[in-house]
């Protein structure tokens, strides 16, 4: 882990804790734009004010809304931006709901039925034993798509579960199948997605971080407890091995065998195979120091 990526997370890290428990005003004024906006006077902490909207102007993206051109970052399901003027002097910071666009909204509703027999049942309950009881445990779930976990894992509690996906299809059909979860899930992307707290265990099933590259798994990590695991399940087949094909589409793949065994343990790691996937596990140890995390 560079210095320099450590600094910038860091820096990301604590703007986004600040940014996403501000508060909030609807501005009325603009009907044709909804979004909602928080100034420096609602925040009892002025330089963390000013550090959310250097972060924002700093590690942001260029972005268009008619004629004008500003910076606009993305966290855990929300555009942020400012009016352009230098940090020290920003008085308002906007925020408005971010919409993906993901190719799985179109088929959310086949999901369940017709890829039920294209995953294994083998894969399934062989990844299950590896990832072993949550009973009790907080739990982070990448890419949770319509429930898998939930299905396979009746113990996690809704107060203990936080899942991710960035289809809103999938997620209204997992809200359909356990309403009691409904609220412990956001629409974001796993690079988007900046912990505001931390897990003893984050999973991702069947590829769901297959699109992503290794920093962005990297970020998801900091957020496991000291003595908490991870397992990610990846495809070992060099192409991604969910069942988007049965749709006529692919989802994104990038190929992170070696960066993730490093993740894991070092080169000389080597991950559990289940089926079609690879399956990477890790711990924290209890001791280790982590600069990011709150």
Request: charged letters at 25%; aromatic letters at 12%.
């Amino acid at each position: 882990m560079s210095r320099v990526w450590e600094d910038v997370q860091g820096r990301i890290f604590g703007a986004a804790r600040n940014l996403l428990n501000a508060e909030y005003v609807f501005a009325k004024t603009m009907a044709d734009n909804p979004h909602f906006y928080t100034t420096r006077r609602r925040w009892p902490d002025n330089n963390a004010f000013t550090a959310a909207a250097s972060v924002i102007q700093s590690e942001g993206e260029r972005a268009f809304y008619g004629d004008y051109n500003y910076t606009e970052l993305s966290l855990n399901g929300y555009y942020y931006w400012t009016m352009g003027a230098a940090p020290p002097v920003t008085e308002v910071i906007n925020r408005k709901r971010r919409r993906y666009e993901n190719p799985w909204d179109e088929y959310a509703h086949l999901y369940d039925a017709s890829c039920r027999d294209l995953r294994h049942p083998d894969e399934i309950a062989s990844v299950m034993s590896v990832i072993g009881s949550m009973e009790g445990l907080d739990v982070l779930d990448v890419g949770c798509g319509t429930g898998l976990l939930l299905e396979m894992a009746p113990e996690l509690m809704p107060e203990r579960y936080t899942g991710i996906d960035s289809s809103e299809g999938m997620l209204r059909e997992l809200a359909a199948k356990f309403p009691a979860h409904r609220r412990r899930v956001l629409c974001c992307s796993a690079e988007n997605f900046y912990p505001e707290c931390r897990y003893d265990l984050v999973v991702s099933m069947f590829g769901g971080l297959e699109g992503v590259d290794v920093e962005t798994v990297r970020k998801l990590l900091v957020c496991v407890k000291p003595g908490g695991r991870w397992v990610i399940m990846l495809s070992a087949a060099g192409m991604p091995a969910d069942c988007s094909q049965y749709f006529g589409f692919t989802v994104p793949y990038r190929d992170k065998t070696a960066e993730m065994r490093e993740l894991a343990g070092g080169g000389d790691y080597e991950p559990e195979l289940v089926g079609r996937y690879h399956v990477f596990c890790g711990r924290r140890p209890m001791d280790e120091d982590n600069p990011l995390a709150g």
